[in-house]
């Protein structure tokens, strides 16, 4: 069974758009996290959430919002999409804080 | 805050030669340190981790030791193969409530 999941795996869609990615975990952790990758493979974090609260909200444009239905939910939405967004998005969760992260499959999205 | 930084940003090895990735951090209250392997098109994944309770760590091939007084942590891999050919990031963390702080990564290239 999978331990953290993302939904889609790929997102090509055009400038302008809005676009949801949606991460599921089954590991029971109460925190859950969104990464930012691009092409020179930094790990930028995004926003973490913990107990379904925002704990952690990096330098991050607000056309990207977060949202937790619930503890083993972390949904990306991005409003206005931009040729810079153009990145592989990653989730991730842990039991707690600063603990040992297990990462989603990524979603790799495209801005044309 | 705390600032962690990764060097080398690429290191090329002759396969079966050892490979050393060395990270320094800035916060002496950090005491979790993890290592997570990339391979290309995948997820991070966690390879071996270190608590500042202990100098070094060993998992078959690959270890980890801890020097607190410098506040630095190395990567070690003996007997290179070309399967360990990926981007290794390291992380630090003062623990549970306390965010887990990434290095830059380094892009180890295996030559045949």
């Not at chain 1, 930012?36 to 919002?65: A, G």
Request: charged share 20%.
């Amino acid at each position: 069974d999978t331990a953290v999941s993302q939904t889609p795996k790929y997102l090509v869609t055009q400038m302008g758009n809005d676009k949801s990615i949606k991460c599921e975990q089954n590991l029971g952790h109460d925190t859950m996290y969104w990464y930012k990758q691009d092409s020179k493979k930094f790990l930028k974090i995004m926003f973490s959430y913990n107990n379904k609260e925002l704990i952690i909200n990096e330098t991050v444009p607000n056309r990207f919002s977060p949202k937790s239905p619930d503890k083993a939910h972390l949904n990306l939405h991005i409003n206005s999409l931009e040729l810079g967004d153009s990145a592989v998005y990653f989730c991730a969760s842990s039991p707690g804080l600063g603990e040992t992260q297990y990462f989603g499959p990524g979603t790799r999205l495209l801005v044309l | 805050g705390e600032n962690v930084e990764q060097h080398p940003s690429t290191l090329s090895v002759q396969e079966g030669d050892s490979a050393v990735i060395k990270c320094t951090y800035s916060d002496s209250a950090s005491n979790y340190f993890p290592w997570y392997k990339q391979e290309l098109g995948k997820r991070p994944q966690l390879i071996i981790d270190i608590r500042s309770n202990v100098g070094e760590k060993k998992d078959q091939r690959i270890a980890v030791t801890l020097n607190k007084t410098a506040k630095h942590f190395s990567l070690h891999i003996t007997e290179t193969q070309p399967e360990d050919s990926a981007v290794y990031f390291c992380a630090a963390s003062k623990g549970s409530n306390y965010q887990l702080i990434w290095g830059a990564g380094t892009k180890l290239i295996i030559k045949p």
